[in-house]
Protein backbone atom coordinates (compact mmCIF):
# COMPACT_ATOMS: atom_id res chain seq x y z
CA UNK A 1 0.00 0.00 0.00
CA UNK A 2 3.19 2.54 0.15
CA UNK A 3 3.25 2.61 -2.79
CA UNK A 4 0.20 4.69 -3.56
CA UNK A 5 -0.71 8.48 -2.95
CA UNK A 6 -1.41 9.33 0.60
CA UNK A 7 -5.28 9.77 0.87
CA UNK A 8 -7.25 13.49 0.92
CA UNK A 9 -8.30 15.01 4.28
CA UNK A 10 -11.51 15.89 4.63
CA UNK A 11 -10.77 19.54 3.83
CA UNK A 12 -8.86 18.75 0.41
CA UNK A 13 -11.50 15.90 -0.86
CA UNK A 14 -14.65 19.16 -0.42
CA UNK A 15 -12.03 21.66 -1.98
CA UNK A 16 -11.13 19.05 -5.32
CA UNK A 17 -15.22 17.93 -5.11
CA UNK A 18 -16.04 21.83 -5.24
CA UNK A 19 -13.39 22.33 -8.06
CA UNK A 20 -14.45 19.36 -9.83
CA UNK A 21 -18.15 20.56 -9.77
CA UNK A 22 -17.36 23.74 -11.55
CA UNK A 23 -15.44 21.67 -14.78
CA UNK A 24 -12.05 21.19 -13.09
CA UNK A 25 -10.68 18.05 -14.87
CA UNK A 26 -7.69 18.33 -13.37
CA UNK A 27 -9.60 17.87 -9.91
CA UNK A 28 -10.79 14.84 -11.08
CA UNK A 29 -7.79 13.39 -11.75
CA UNK A 30 -6.67 14.01 -8.16
CA UNK A 31 -9.94 12.52 -6.76
CA UNK A 32 -9.40 9.06 -8.83
CA UNK A 33 -5.29 8.76 -7.72
CA UNK A 34 -6.06 9.85 -4.18
CA UNK A 35 -8.43 7.05 -4.08
CA UNK A 36 -6.70 4.03 -5.89
CA UNK A 37 -5.81 2.12 -2.75
CA UNK A 38 -9.74 1.79 -2.10
CA UNK A 39 -9.53 -0.34 -5.15
CA UNK A 40 -6.51 -2.69 -4.10
CA UNK A 41 -8.88 -2.87 -0.83
CA UNK A 42 -11.51 -3.92 -1.63
CA UNK A 43 -10.01 -6.32 -4.74
CA UNK A 44 -8.25 -8.04 -1.03
CA UNK A 45 -11.26 -9.54 -0.48
CA UNK A 46 -11.40 -11.69 -3.70
CA UNK A 47 -7.96 -12.17 -3.69
CA UNK A 48 -8.57 -16.06 -3.45
CA UNK A 49 -10.48 -16.61 -6.17
CA UNK A 50 -9.22 -17.96 -10.00
CA UNK A 51 -10.09 -14.84 -11.50
CA UNK A 52 -6.88 -12.62 -12.75
CA UNK A 53 -6.18 -9.95 -10.36
CA UNK A 54 -5.63 -7.74 -13.24
CA UNK A 55 -9.08 -7.77 -14.57
CA UNK A 56 -10.49 -7.21 -10.60
CA UNK A 57 -8.27 -4.33 -10.67
CA UNK A 58 -9.29 -2.66 -14.24
CA UNK A 59 -13.25 -3.10 -13.35
CA UNK A 60 -12.55 -1.74 -9.50
CA UNK A 61 -10.88 1.33 -11.41
CA UNK A 62 -13.63 1.59 -13.56
CA UNK A 63 -15.73 1.40 -10.29
CA UNK A 64 -13.84 4.40 -8.53
CA UNK A 65 -13.97 6.53 -11.64
CA UNK A 66 -18.00 6.38 -12.03
CA UNK A 67 -17.91 6.96 -8.00
CA UNK A 68 -16.32 10.19 -8.38
CA UNK A 69 -18.18 10.99 -11.47
CA UNK A 70 -21.59 10.28 -9.57
CA UNK A 71 -20.78 11.07 -6.08
CA UNK A 72 -23.22 13.24 -4.65
CA UNK A 73 -21.67 15.23 -1.23
CA UNK A 74 -24.94 17.03 -0.34
CA UNK A 75 -25.60 13.35 1.29
CA UNK A 76 -23.56 13.90 3.89
CA UNK A 77 -21.27 10.91 3.24
CA UNK A 78 -17.66 10.38 2.28
CA UNK A 79 -16.64 9.96 -1.17
CA UNK A 80 -14.15 6.77 0.22
CA UNK A 81 -17.56 4.94 1.85
CA UNK A 82 -19.79 5.40 -1.52
CA UNK A 83 -16.53 4.60 -3.89
CA UNK A 84 -16.17 1.38 -2.11
CA UNK A 85 -19.80 0.36 -2.92
CA UNK A 86 -19.23 1.29 -6.40
CA UNK A 87 -15.59 -0.56 -6.43
CA UNK A 88 -17.69 -4.07 -5.30
CA UNK A 89 -20.36 -3.59 -7.52
CA UNK A 90 -18.51 -3.68 -10.67
CA UNK A 91 -16.31 -6.16 -9.41
CA UNK A 92 -19.83 -8.38 -8.44
CA UNK A 93 -21.04 -7.64 -11.94
CA UNK A 94 -17.79 -9.19 -13.23
CA UNK A 95 -17.81 -12.34 -11.63
CA UNK A 96 -21.48 -12.79 -12.30
CA UNK A 97 -20.87 -12.37 -15.95
CA UNK A 98 -17.76 -15.24 -16.02
CA UNK A 99 -20.02 -17.13 -13.94
CA UNK A 100 -23.20 -16.95 -16.67
CA UNK A 101 -24.09 -19.53 -18.80
CA UNK A 102 -27.30 -20.43 -20.39
CA UNK A 103 -28.85 -21.77 -17.39
CA UNK A 104 -29.44 -19.00 -14.37
CA UNK A 105 -26.70 -18.66 -11.96
CA UNK A 106 -26.24 -20.67 -8.71
CA UNK A 107 -25.27 -18.60 -5.64
CA UNK A 108 -24.19 -21.87 -4.11
CA UNK A 109 -21.77 -22.31 -7.75
CA UNK A 110 -17.85 -22.78 -6.60
CA UNK A 111 -15.81 -19.67 -7.33
CA UNK A 112 -12.31 -20.45 -5.80
CA UNK A 113 -10.73 -21.41 -2.83
CA UNK A 114 -9.89 -19.25 0.46
CA UNK A 115 -5.89 -19.78 1.94
CA UNK A 116 -7.02 -22.73 4.04
CA UNK A 117 -8.16 -24.23 0.76
CA UNK A 118 -11.86 -24.01 1.36
CA UNK A 119 -14.26 -23.33 -0.66
CA UNK A 120 -15.83 -19.94 -1.86
CA UNK A 121 -19.12 -19.85 -3.15
CA UNK A 122 -21.07 -16.11 -4.73
CA UNK A 123 -23.33 -16.57 -1.81
CA UNK A 124 -20.35 -16.45 0.82
CA UNK A 125 -19.14 -12.76 -0.73
CA UNK A 126 -22.54 -11.33 -1.59
CA UNK A 127 -23.50 -12.63 2.29
CA UNK A 128 -20.17 -11.83 3.86
CA UNK A 129 -20.49 -9.92 7.07
CA UNK A 130 -16.82 -8.85 7.30
CA UNK A 131 -16.79 -5.30 8.38
CA UNK A 132 -16.03 -3.93 4.68
CA UNK A 133 -12.20 -2.72 4.46
CA UNK A 134 -13.07 0.43 3.36
CA UNK A 135 -15.22 1.34 6.27
CA UNK A 136 -11.97 0.23 8.34
CA UNK A 137 -10.04 3.10 5.86
CA UNK A 138 -12.37 5.61 6.62
CA UNK A 139 -12.60 4.87 9.92
CA UNK A 140 -8.98 5.27 10.54
CA UNK A 141 -8.46 8.99 8.79
CA UNK A 142 -11.83 9.70 10.98
CA UNK A 143 -9.77 8.82 13.71
CA UNK A 144 -6.66 10.54 12.80
CA UNK A 145 -8.30 13.61 11.99
CA UNK A 146 -10.32 13.87 15.43
CA UNK A 147 -6.94 13.48 17.22
CA UNK A 148 -5.89 16.19 15.33
CA UNK A 149 -8.45 18.54 16.04
CA UNK A 150 -8.90 17.45 19.53
CA UNK A 151 -5.02 18.89 20.30
CA UNK A 152 -5.70 22.57 17.66
CA UNK A 153 -9.69 23.33 17.70
CA UNK A 154 -10.02 22.77 21.79
CA UNK A 155 -9.31 24.17 24.47
CA UNK A 156 -7.44 21.94 26.76
CA UNK A 157 -10.65 22.10 29.46
CA UNK A 158 -12.61 20.92 26.61
CA UNK A 159 -9.80 18.20 25.26
CA UNK A 160 -9.58 16.64 28.76
CA UNK A 161 -13.66 16.47 28.83
CA UNK A 162 -13.68 14.46 25.96
CA UNK A 163 -10.73 12.43 26.81
CA UNK A 164 -12.39 11.65 29.77
CA UNK A 165 -15.80 11.11 28.61
CA UNK A 166 -15.24 9.04 25.89
CA UNK A 167 -12.07 7.14 26.47
CA UNK A 168 -10.09 8.33 23.99
CA UNK A 169 -6.49 7.32 23.72
CA UNK A 170 -7.13 4.46 25.16
CA UNK A 171 -7.95 5.80 28.38
CA UNK A 172 -11.15 4.76 31.14
CA UNK A 173 -14.71 6.40 29.92
CA UNK A 174 -15.90 8.50 32.85
CA UNK A 175 -19.84 9.68 33.10
CA UNK A 176 -20.50 13.21 33.52
CA UNK A 177 -20.76 13.46 37.13
CA UNK A 178 -17.77 11.24 37.72
CA UNK A 179 -15.86 13.92 35.55
CA UNK A 180 -17.06 16.88 37.33
CA UNK A 181 -16.64 15.49 40.39
CA UNK A 182 -12.60 14.50 39.35
CA UNK A 183 -12.57 18.25 37.96
CA UNK A 184 -14.20 19.93 41.09
CA UNK A 185 -17.06 21.64 38.85
CA UNK A 186 -20.93 21.04 38.18
CA UNK A 187 -22.38 17.90 35.88
CA UNK A 188 -24.51 20.55 34.60
CA UNK A 189 -21.04 22.40 33.39
CA UNK A 190 -19.04 19.19 32.50
CA UNK A 191 -22.35 18.55 30.17
CA UNK A 192 -22.28 21.98 28.47
CA UNK A 193 -18.03 21.29 27.98
CA UNK A 194 -18.71 18.60 26.09
CA UNK A 195 -21.62 19.66 23.99
CA UNK A 196 -19.26 23.04 22.79
CA UNK A 197 -16.05 21.15 22.24
CA UNK A 198 -18.47 18.60 20.03
CA UNK A 199 -19.97 21.58 17.98
CA UNK A 200 -16.40 22.50 17.63
CA UNK A 201 -15.73 19.09 16.21
CA UNK A 202 -18.75 19.53 14.09
CA UNK A 203 -17.77 20.90 10.64
CA UNK A 204 -14.45 18.89 10.34
CA UNK A 205 -16.78 15.25 9.96
Known amino acids: MKSF ?3 LTAEEE ?8 EGDQKARHILIERNLRLVAHVMKKYQYLEDDPEDL ?13 TFNPQKNARLATYACRCIQNEILMLLRSKRKTNREISLYEPVGTDR ?12 SREEDACSRIS ?40 IAERLGISRSYVSR ?3 GAIEKLRPYF
Open 14 to 21: ACFLRKYA
Open 5 to 7: PPP
Open 116 to 127: EGNEIRIYDILE
Open 57 to 69: ISVGTIGLIKAVS
Open 139 to 178: EKNDIQLLYNKLESALTSREQLVLEMRYGLYNHEEYTQRE
Open 193 to 195: IEK
